[in-house]
């Protein structure tokens, strides 16, 4: 520690360059022209401060010489190193400017609670029959559609339960609950997360604001169990709120994963909804939907899957479409529900008997809609609601394609198109049905030994993943010529994402940041730099990235 009298000869020795600085520029002579009194008085005040002030206002100003030292010396190494700045286009992290979104609402919790127990009731009073279809495979396997003969035999219903389950199907749309419009409002993004999908959903959610979008999110899990507080804690600060949606309902009388997609679209605070799948990434912003005329037309926006309706010929008798066994339904294109838009106001009975639908998915109309062939779950109970219901929506024209390995005829995903654009393809959301987009599915090493958050091994380590070569080689899993084709790009912004969890989240670690950061600058050019303000301004760790 310096004591007062060699802090005070510290003092004087910083006080000799203002008197240096002061007899240069007016010399001797108090009354000199080139004088300025103010500036001058300036000088004087901070060399009598440094020499007849106290000890700590010495140190304080030795402080601050100090960090003007240091600061002009990190300046001056940025200049050698970057002789021009502006090309490092150092600019507030995409997650700082999502600051000013402001967080969710959360809905008046009693009433919500009151309408779900009015609709499980309803339910629970008219189940389908028979209440336990099973789940049979066809034949043919995933690979090859089935014959017409196939899905007309496949799932045998007797008529007196094909008279039963219709009996119920009226019931219900009878009984279904007014609109409870004091409960829901605006429009935002519903994601369902947890376990394992939370990983998925970090990069979906980063990448929604990457590329722009300004709605506020909601992201549901199951239970207590499956939140992460500090991660939700983080999420806040970037208009995004948590929600549980065993905080609306027993949870327990769920059987599969499938059914809680529904339930997180009526409980959102939401009037007008984009759901995604946590492993679908917006490869364009997609804010636009809400204001464009397919949506504003209908009130709900649907995407296509690869392949036509497969579900039973009692399908259509039962939910009203026709009097006997139909195959009315035959011609009509799947839906692919990886994302989904929906108005709540326009469609609340579509939205309730889609829910009756998945309330007995697993049992019943699960198979009923698919007959066990691809895409068995929940993602045809809108399509069949709607439908039912006689209600308007919007199938999105164009077909859906499958992006692939760069240089291997693997699919990795699929494309979904932006439905603002009805005369031609232009993709805007990357369903990662195959490949799930995890830096710590990717790049973590050891995970499999994390306590919290385990994973089996991660593609690089695992040389048997299809993308291992390319972590390793550090080389795009896309290839390029096909995004430019599309125009689009959406690589380098799942990686800027992913950058954002390995080193400033609360899930960041040194080894996985490094090796994210590795990756970035040897397969798209970006730079790393600190930055020049830091010093300065505080900041923390605020990284400037250049893509070359």
Not at 169 to 175: A, G, R, S
Not at 517 to 536: D, L, N, Q
Request: aromatic share 10%; charged share 20%.
């Amino acid at each position: 520690m310096l004591n007062a009298p060699g802090v005070k000869f510290l003092g004087d020795l910083l006080a000799y360059p203002l008197k240096r600085a002061e007899m240069t520029l007016y010399g001797d002579d108090p009354e000199h022209p080139s004088s300025t009194p103010s500036f001058r008085n300036i000088i004087r005040k901070l060399r009598r401060l440094l020499i007849g002030g106290s000890p700590r206002q010495h140190i304080l100003l030795l402080l601050g010489w100090a960090l003007l030292f240091f600061a002009g010396l990190h300046i001056i190494q940025s200049l050698l190193a970057h002789p021009s700045i502006p090309s490092l286009q150092c600019q507030t992290p995409t997650h700082e400017q999502s600051k000013h979104i402001p967080v969710p609402a959360q809905p008046d919790k009693i009433l919500l609670l009151s309408v779900w127990k009015q609709l499980q009731a309803i339910y629970d009073d008219h189940p389908p029959q028979p209440l336990n279809l099973g789940l049979n495979h066809f034949r043919s396997g995933v690979s090859d559609f089935p014959s017409l003969e196939d899905i007309k035999t496949h799932t045998p219903i007797s008529l007196e339960d094909a008279r039963a389950a219709r009996k119920s199907h009226v019931e219900v749309t009878k009984k279904l609950v007014a609109y409870p419009s004091q409960l829901f409002s605006g429009k935002g993004v519903v994601m369902l997360a947890g376990g394992r999908y939370t990983s998925f959903a970090m990069t979906g959610l980063g990448m929604l604001r990457e590329v722009g979008s300004k709605l506020p999110v909601e992201v549901w899990v199951k239970d207590e169990t499956e939140e992460d507080v500090d991660w939700c804690e983080e999420l806040a600060k970037e208009g995004m709120a948590c929600r549980r949606l065993s905080d609306y309902m027993d949870t327990e009388l769920l059987e599969h994963g499938y059914q809680l997609k529904i339930c997180s679209i009526i409980f959102s605070s939401f009037e007008q909804v984009l759901f995604l799948d946590a492993d679908n990434i917006p490869v364009k912003n997609p804010d636009v939907i809400f204001k464009s005329k397919s949506f504003t037309d209908t009130g709900v926006v649907m995407w296509p899957d690869y392949w036509k309706h497969t579900g039973s010929p009692m399908l259509p008798y039962i939910v009203g479409l026709s009097d006997e066994a139909s195959e009315i339904l035959r011609p009509d294109q799947t839906a692919e529900s990886g994302q989904l838009v929906w108005d709540k106001k326009r469609h609340w009975k579509a939205l309730c008997l889609a829910a009756y639908y998945n309330y007995y998915g697993p049992q019943h109309y699960y198979t009923m809609i698919s007959q066990g062939w691809a895409g068995w779950g929940d993602k045809d109970t809108f399509l069949v609601a709607l439908r039912s219901l006689r209600q308007d929506f919007y199938m999105v024209p164009h077909k859906l394609k499958t992006l692939f390995l760069n240089e291997k005829p693997e699919g990795v995903g699929m494309l979904q198109a932006d439905p603002t654009k009805p005369a031609g393809y232009e993709p805007m959301f990357l369903h990662s049905n195959i490949v799930k987009w995890s830096i710590r599915g990717f790049l973590c090493r050891g995970c499999a030994n994390d306590t919290v958050n385990p994973i089996k091994s991660s593609s690089l380590e695992n040389p048997k993943s299809n993308i291992h070569p390319y972590l390793k080689n550090h080389s795009r899993i896309f290839r390029l010529e096909d995004m430019k084709a599309m125009n689009i790009d959406p690589e380098p912004l799942i990686w800027k994402s992913f950058e954002h969890v390995a080193c400033r989240s609360v899930w960041q670690g040194e080894g996985l940041c490094n090796r994210t950061r590795t990756h970035m600058e040897k397969t798209f050019g970006y730079s790393f730099e600190k930055s020049w303000a830091s010093p300065i301004v505080g900041g923390g760790d605020r990284i400037c990235i250049r893509p070359t």
